[in-house]
């Protein structure tokens, strides 16, 4: 009998592992599912490190304006993520809600494209540019920010800090830029780069005294998964 009990009890251990593998590896063959607005700079960067990493994934357009359109104020999207903001990324059996987090798990999972530089110090300089970009100026010119402030102050707000960050920004990038944000293969500053300069222009900040910002942004332009990425290319892009 105490035979037969060892048996039976390894054969359930060997069971729930092989159960586990094959729940694992169901999970990582699942198409990724993005929730994004088209217009979100946040969204605009997971979709271009998705396109560098040439992940396929099935989009799923969700408004951060309150209209008729499947939007981010609903029970059900709370669920997915509680702040009710873009981008969600739902990926190999989890949901992330964070782009710079959602970058850096899909460089730590997806290693054949990779968006981080190999050496510390490159490292350092990539993720030194996407905090500037992504704690000291996006945040600042929100849309909820320029919605809380009132549409008298909102576009001097956002231009002012703007300015500010593109300031400091622009002095970073002239000591660590290639061809893109650091050095001459794209990475995760560079990601981050395109939707900024975006927002610059639809707020109106000048951008002449930023010729690296510029040179840098032009650059990128031109790669094929920034311009399939681009807001104009989303299918909840306003049409009129």
């Known amino acids: 009998m105490s035979f037969l009990k060892h ?3 390894r054969l359930r251990f ?18 990724p599912i993005l929730y994004s607005y088209c217009l979100s700079s946040c969204s605009w960067r997971v979709r ?8 396929s994934y099935d989009l799923k357009p969700t408004s ?7 939007h981010s ?3 059900e999207y709370r669920e997915l993520n509680p702040m009710q903001q873009v981008p969600v990324l739902q990926i190999d059996g989890q949901t992330l809600c964070d782009s710079v987090a959602i970058m850096h798990y899909l460089e730590e999972t997806r290693k054949d494209t990779l968006i981080l530089p190999q050496n510390p110090q490159g490292r350092a300089k990539v993720r030194e540019i996407v905090e500037i970009i992504c704690s000291g100026i ?6 909820l920010v320029l919605a809380h402030l009132g549409k008298e102050k909102s576009i001097e707000w956002a231009q002012h800090w703007i300015t500010r960050g593109f300031i400091g ?4 990038l002239s000591s660590s830029s290639g061809r893109y944000c650091v050095g001459d293969e794209i990475s995760m500053a560079d990601c981050c780069l395109v939707p900024q300069v975006f927002n610059a222009r639809r707020y109106h900040v000048n951008l002449d005294p930023y010729p690296t910002i510029l040179r840098i942004n032009a650059n990128l332009e031109s790669e ?17």
């Open 169 to 172: 920004l622009e002095t970073v």
């Open 224 to 240: 094929q998964v920034v311009i399939d990425s681009h807001p104009r290319k989303q299918p909840d892009y306003p049409k009129k």
């Open 48 to 55: 271009i490190a998705l396109g560098l990493k040439n992940i």
């Open 14 to 31: 060997f069971a729930q592992i092989g159960k586990r593998m094959f729940s694992s590896s169901h999970c990582k063959n699942e198409k």
């Open 138 to 143: 996006q945040p600042l010119q929100n849309r």
């Open 7 to 9: 048996l039976n009890s």
């Open 73 to 75: 104020y609903t029970p």
């Open 64 to 70: 951060l304006l309150k209209t008729d359109a499947v």
